[in-house]
């Protein structure tokens, strides 16, 4: 019906935008490994900690609703287990660099969109 259709494509466009507006703000660089000259706290990093991984999660699911399918389903089930497992080693990494300040910074921005 329609209304999965515009779901889905919201979904889509909004998750492109974060992910694109997330590398661009921290830096493409960055994005790809390169260490991080600053801890980024400004942007869309004050309301999540992974923006980049919610929005290519988001994406996913919109692909999910326009595409559904157990194997699709299974795609974004997988994607994510393994973006939390890559977000939990960067933040021992990010802890282990910029020390206090990246613990008060997890105090106050959620890892992803919630408590």
């Known amino acids: 019906g329609a209304v999965p259709g515009v779901i ?9 935008l974060i992910m694109f507006a997330g590398m ?3 830096g493409v660089r ?3 490994g390169q260490p991080a000259p600053v801890l980024k706290q400004d942007g869309l990093y004050r309301f999540c900690r992974n ?16 595409w559904p ?20 080693t960067e933040e021992a990494h990010l802890h282990q660099i910029f020390g206090d300040a990246y613990l008060r910074y997890c ?4 890892r992803y969109l919630w408590r």
């Open 107 to 110: 105090q106050h921005v959620p």
């Open 69 to 88: 399918s157990w194997y699709v389903l299974g795609w974004v089930v997988l994607f994510a287990a393994i973006a939390h497992l890559m977000v939990i």
């Open 30 to 32: 960055t994005s790809l």
């Open 51 to 66: 923006p980049q991984i919610v929005g290519c999660f988001l994406y996913a699911v919109g692909f999910a609703v326009l």
């Open 8 to 16: 889905g494509w919201m979904c889509l466009i909004v998750g492109l």
């Open 24 to 26: 661009a703000a921290l």
